[in-house]
C-alpha cells in the first residue's frame, strides 16, 4: 500500500467536513449552488424554522463554504467555492487508493465469475 502525504492542510478543513456532514446544510448548499437565496427562500423547503436554518446558514459561513451579504432588509447567502475546493483538494489525495481498491475488487468478481462458469461446465 502506497503512503499518501498530507499535502493539503487548510486551517478550516475540519469546519467544512463538520458543516458538510448535516444534510440539511449539504441541501442548502445544493440550493445555492443555482444562485443567491434569502433565508425566508432557503427555508421554504424544509420542515424546520426560519431561526433553524439561520443557525444552519452561520455554520455553513463560519466554515467559509457560503458567504452573506446586506441588501437593505435582507441578508442573501450566495455559494463560496474556495472552501469546498480545498476539502476536495483534500479528498483527491485519496483517489489513487481508492481506484486501486476498486480495481482489486473487479479483479476478483472477474475471477469469482470464472470460477462459476468452470463449475456449471463441469456439471
Known sequence: MELISYKIKPQNLDAVFAALADPTRREILSRLATGEA????????FDISQPAVSKHLKVLERAGLIVRDIDKQRRPARLKADAMAAAVSWLEQFRGFWQSS?????GLLEELKRAEAKGRENE
Open 102 to 106: 476498486f480495481d482489486q475488487l473487479d
Open 38 to 45: 434569502s433565508v425566508n427562500e432557503i427555508a421554504a423547503p
